[in-house]
């Protein structure tokens, strides 16, 4: 009886884990560095400003197309167009860079580490209106 107590006791430990590495952010946590969205900005300005200008992403087509929709959404339709001269070229973590500066141009706090590249933890990241 107590090696199933156990067993009940490790499960919903594990499950308690799982849950907690899947709950779910806000960008107004603090989900980038400060330095990740300079390095975004010099990015930006060298391989985006020449198509898009910085206010086409503080506006509200850009709040309606990502609000309330995981960070991972942003990260994948920037990665898979983006430039659209030679769409995916940039690696992971300039997708990410550009994204943290975004993210600052929207007024969203900095917080102590970059913004992930993984679909997972991206996932858990939801956008938000400032």
């Not at 975004?102 to 939801?126: H, R």
């Amino acid at each position: 009886m107590r090696s199933g107590v156990l067993s009940l006791g490790s499960c919903a430990l594990a499950l308690t884990i799982v849950s907690a590495a899947q709950e779910k952010r806000s960008v107004k946590a603090g989900v980038y560095a400060a330095a990740q969205a300079g390095r975004g900005q010099t990015l930006f300005n060298s391989k985006c400003a020449s198509c898009h200008a910085p206010n086409r992403f503080t506006d509200d087509f850009f709040y309606q197309s990502f609000a309330g929709k995981p960070l991972w959404e942003m990260f994948d339709v920037i990665s898979d167009s983006m430039p659209e001269d030679n769409p995916g070229s940039l690696k992971k973590e300039e997708y990410a860079d550009v994204i943290a500066y975004l993210l600052q141009l929207n007024k969203f706090p900095a917080g102590d580490t970059d913004l992930p590249t993984d679909k997972d933890a991206l996932s858990a990241i939801l956008m938000e209106k400032p």
